[in-house]
């Protein structure tokens, strides 16, 4: 770890760990910030969370990735079916299924 | 521009200037309409309202197919759904307004059967699911059990700067294959949970519903798959750049 020298490196630091004694763990942040993309929080978790992820970095971090995953599915779903990276023959219909609907829907088509 | 104009309007409230606000937000809307009909235009290669079963295989089979597969992770299973649609489309032809294309058309056939088939499957085993077997077991490596910070993310262990924005990720193919990848490593129910709420964004309550769990059940579930996506996501992408 670096060494802090200036006296206002040492008060935040101080600060940080003051507030951090006080605000729920990482663990419950992450979780809460989840549960924030599904639900609204109640007032007092909302606080607790804006408080702690105003001294800790990892958890900021976190919060915007779990965004970029979110956003990445929801602002281009067609990409994830196009990007492909599996064998080949995996991404389309089985010789086998095709002539089945195909028949399938030549029979019925011919009916209707 | 308009969503100001018409917050400024409503601000100082002066019938003049919201009279504004109102018609930008019209001009808006049909700029919008317009130009969706372009693209809408653009993917129909047959004429529109006119529908050609007998091609259906050929044309929209394998997108739905791949549609259907990202979403069940099932060759099988996502092969009879696409049989299935291909019936049910057939049956309801005639109520094919055309007023969007055939392939957005038989998409939102598919929804609902692969909707029926995670239906089906969350019948079959009424489980509760048990949440200590569901913690990650990097995720649990993440946090301090001991010493002065419990619960609190390890130094070594705490998420990465990815340096990166997220179009520039977007970008990149590797992120697509890094994701693929790990949304295939989650649990069956996690993903299906997480893929329903993200990629077809369908409201909490029905997933529930559709999946049998309890609303707090959710919750952990999408915590959860978040927390792993991301650890995966850092481990197989963003360690590897």
Not at chain 2, 195 to 200: A, G, N, P, Q, S
Not at chain 2, 213 to 241: D, G, K, T
Request: charged share 30%.
């Amino acid at each position: 770890m670096s060494k802090i020298r200036s006296l206002f490196g040492r008060v935040k630091l101080a600060f940080n760990f003051w507030l951090g004694r006080r605000l729920p763990s990482c663990e419950v942040v992450t979780r809460m910030m989840s549960d924030a993309m599904d639900r609204r929080l109640p007032l007092k978790e909302r606080i607790q969370v804006k408080l702690h992820l105003m001294i800790c970095v990892w958890c900021t971090r976190y919060g915007e990735q779990i965004v970029l995953v979110r956003n990445a599915l929801r602002q281009h779903p067609d990409k994830l079916t196009q990007s492909d990276p599996a064998p080949k023959g995996s991404d389309s219909l089985s010789p086998d299924a095709r002539d089945r609907m195909k028949k399938m829907l030549g029979d019925k088509g011919d009916t209707n | 521009m308009a969503m100001k104009a018409l917050l400024f309007s409503v601000a100082t409230g002066s019938k003049c200037v919201s009279a504004l606000g109102v018609f930008a937000l019209m001009y808006r809307q049909e700029r919008r309409a317009g130009s969706e009909s372009l693209i809408e235009k653009d993917k129909v290669t047959s004429r529109p309202g006119a529908l050609d079963p007998a091609e259906w295989v050929d044309k929209h089979g394998d997108y739905l197919y791949r549609f259907a597969r990202v979403r069940l992770r099932d060759d099988g299973l996502a092969e009879d759904c696409v049989q299935e649609t291909f019936l049910a489309a057939l049956k309801a032809r005639a109520s094919f307004a055309g007023n969007s294309s055939e392939r957005t058309w038989l998409t939102g056939i598919l929804k609902h059967k692969i909707t029926d088939a995670f239906r089906a499957q969350g019948r079959e085993k009424l489980v509760n699911l048990d949440l200590e077997v569901l913690l990650p077991v990097e995720s649990a490596d993440l946090f301090q059990r001991h010493g002065e910070w419990p619960g609190h993310f390890k130094a070594v262990e705490g998420p990465a700067d990815w340096s990166m924005s997220p179009e520039e990720a977007y970008e990149r193919n590797e992120f697509w294959l890094a994701l693929k990848k790990c949304l295939d490593l989650l649990p069956p129910k996690m993903a299906k949970a997480f893929i329903l709420r993200e990629l077809d964004q369908v409201p909490a309550s029905e997933i529930v519903e559709t999946l049998n769990i309890s609303q707090s059940n959710f919750w952990v579930l999408m915590h959860r798959a978040r927390a792993q996506l991301r650890y995966c996501l850092e481990r197989s992408w963003a360690a590897a750049r």
